[in-house]
């Protein structure tokens, strides 16, 4: 037994070995197609699957809405598509002692900004890791850092807000199931493996104490495989909502092919589906309403290309063409978007392809 008057022998925490900062792997997820270092700053990588799927679905505002009326759901489903397979997720809270009171929280918008942030640093020279014996996939970061990322972005968050978030992804788990005609696959883990710190002094006391971060398998899968693709994670995070994040990531992820004259069409139900975003929306009105805010930011954005129509005799200019889908009483029971991508989209687009198809040639 351990004398009362010496603490326990603490647990120290071994970093990566180097050759985890050098391997092949992680030189790949690190390089991008790009002609200046400043062109560079704004790259990061998508992971197509990961990101199309609806993670981060509960606001904080939300869940405060859902304890007071005592609705507060112990297990979120959402139910998703992804390449004809049909995905069920089912995510629990993590749990985070506060102030004596223990409160439950699910990943929301703070959490998917964090995640966003640290897989940019992650393409940092000497701070994304990969240990192929585990397999495992890191980031090494300080706090310090992971603040002026997100502030750089447009994203300030406090020292506190910071760790509670990394807390969170830490201790909220997710199931993930998936069904095809021919396989089923079953994956459970939280959404980051491993958080650990490792510090000299108290870790409130330290902002550059050293953090380390493993992210979700499925994405190490992807690192391994690689399965993914460059984008430009400055215009992503510059973006006033959280689901016109999630739409411009979901186009990078399946509007692969954008071109001059290319078009991509995408229904109200699906976006409700995957996103998982428009669930807190009393009515479709309001929701159809946030989805076309959404689209006409992307449009702003120089993300897509808007139309010039004919409506009622006169020439509008509109960002997106919508038609409507009427039940038996006239009621909009769905809306196909149908979407036109802009010279600056269909450009990082091919750039991307020419990248992933360099990147598997090596």
């Known amino acids: 037994m351990t004398s009362p008057d010496k603490p326990e022998k603490e647990i120290k925490f071994e970093p990566p070995d180097q050759n985890a900062y050098i391997c092949k792997q992680i030189d790949l997820f690190q390089t991008f197609l790009c002609n200046r270092d400043e062109q560079r700053e704004k790259l990061s990588n998508a992971i197509p699957l990961w990101d199309c799927l609806p993670l981060y679905s509960v606001s904080r505002q939300w869940a405060h809405k859902m304890r007071k009326e005592g609705n507060f759901p112990q297990l979120l489903i959402r139910d ?169 990531k979901y186009l990078i992820a399946k509007f692969t092919y954008a071109g001059r004259g290319q078009k991509f069409e995408i229904r109200y139900s699906t976006i409700k589906r995957d996103s998982g975003l428009l669930e807190s929306f009393g009515n479709h009105r309001k929701a159809m309403q946030y989805v076309r805010k959404a689209l006409t930011e992307l449009a702003d954005k120089g993300i897509l290309e808007p139309k010039l129509l004919s409506i009622d005799g006169q020439e509008n200019l509109i960002p997106f063409e919508e038609a409507k889908i009427l039940g038996e009483r006239g009621q909009t029971e769905d809306v196909i978007y149908t979407l036109y991508p802009a010279g600056k989209f269909s450009s990082e687009s091919k750039q991307a392809n020419a990248n992933l198809n360099r990147l598997l040639e090596k």
């Open 80 to 248: 998703s598509l992804y390449k004809g397979s049909k995905i069920r997720i089912e995510i629990q809270p993590a749990r985070i002692l506060e102030n004596g009171v223990v409160t439950e929280y699910y990943p929301g918008a703070n959490e998917e900004l964090i995640e966003a942030a640290l897989r940019k640093i992650a393409t940092i020279q000497n701070h994304g890791y990969y240990d192929e014996s585990t397999p495992r996939y890191g980031v090494n970061f300080s706090i310090y850092q992971l603040r002026k990322e997100l502030k750089n972005r447009g994203h300030a968050r406090s020292y506190q807000e910071i760790v509670l978030s990394l807390r969170i992804l830490a201790r909220s788990s997710i199931e993930i199931t998936a069904n095809n005609n021919k396989t089923k696959i079953y994956d459970v883990s939280n959404y980051f493996s491993r958080l650990s710190s490792v510090s000299r002094f108290d870790i409130e006391e330290d902002p550059h104490a050293r953090w380390y971060v493993e992210f979700h398998p499925l994405i190490t899968k992807a690192l391994k495989a690689i399965d993914y693709r460059q984008f430009n994670y400055e215009l992503m995070m510059s973006h006033d909502t959280q689901l016109t994040r999630w739409l411009h």
